[in-house]
């Protein structure tokens, strides 16, 4: 099963607004990242935050990480209609003695309507 | 501008054929992992390598599937036979270091199994 799992699974927005995704895991991890993917491309990363880490900032990107709760929040100020993408977190879950593997949810698609 | 690439783009195959996907990852990257996407399983780890030695490939069906480093700059994953559920798209992802940090994603190849 997925290791992390991103609520809500859609989200639909005005330019302008703020959008706030949600991932919930399971085990415990050493950090955890979000992804963007565009339709039709990689995934390309945009943020990683540690388990020693309580919130961290990228330009109009926030995240925060509660450990207690297993649980991460991307928040993605004043969007923009170039934001329309779907969104990952992945966590660190380890496959094998000193090897771990990064797990992704299943995304949140956003859409900023103009 | 250093990024992952990947061969081919697209491919199209009949069932039972040989399929071949290629990547060159980032120069110096010591981990290369393969993933595979499709809408119902999300983004499913395959296998990956670190130092061109394969550290997990767990997630890859054995009987049909194997992926290897030629050399550093040369990864690729093939399917022998293909059969129509291996439909998805494919991606290969580098990154730097023992611990899992930003991985930086190839375009994919996009595989249609007729």
């Known amino acids: 099963s997925q290791q992390g799992e991103e609520d809500p699974q859609a989200l639909s927005i005005q330019e302008g607004e703020n959008a706030t995704m949600n991932c919930s895991y399971k085990?415990?991890?050493?950090?955890l990242q979000w992804y963007r993917q565009n339709s039709g491309r990689g995934l390309v990363h945009l943020i990683l935050?540690?388990?020693?880490?309580r919130e961290k900032h990228s330009g109009r990107l926030r995240v925060t990480l509660d450990t207690s709760k297993k649980s991460s929040s991307l928040l993605i100020t004043a969007s923009r209609a170039a934001d329309t993408a779907s969104y990952f977190c992945?966590?660190?879950?380890?496959?094998?003695?000193?090897?771990?593997?990064?797990?992704f949810g299943k995304g949140t698609l956003l859409t900023v309507n103009p | 501008d250093a990024r992952v690439t990947q061969t081919p783009r697209h491919k199209v195959t009949e069932m039972g054929q040989e399929v071949t996907m290629r990547c060159q990852p980032i120069?110096?990257?010591?981990?290369v992992f393969w993933y595979r996407q499709t809408m119902m399983q999300g983004l499913e780890l395959l296998a990956y390598?670190?130092?061109?030695?394969?550290?997990?490939d767990s997630g890859m069906p054995k009987d049909r599937f194997s992926a290897e480093m030629p050399d550093a700059t040369l990864a690729t994953l093939k399917i022998q036979p293909s059969e129509p559920r291996d439909s998805a798209v494919y991606f290969c992802?580098?990154?730097?270091?023992?611990?899992?940090?930003?991985?930086?994603f190839g375009p994919g190849t996009r595989l249609t199994v007729l």
């Open positions: 120069l110096g990257h010591n981990t």
């Open positions: 992802a580098s990154g730097l270091g023992l611990t899992l940090n930003e991985q930086f």
């Open positions: 085990t415990s991890i050493n950090n």
């Open positions: 390598f670190r130092n061109r030695a394969p550290l997990d």
């Open positions: 992945a966590t660190d879950a380890n496959s094998g003695g000193s090897n771990y593997k990064l797990t």
């Open positions: 935050i540690r388990s020693n880490e």
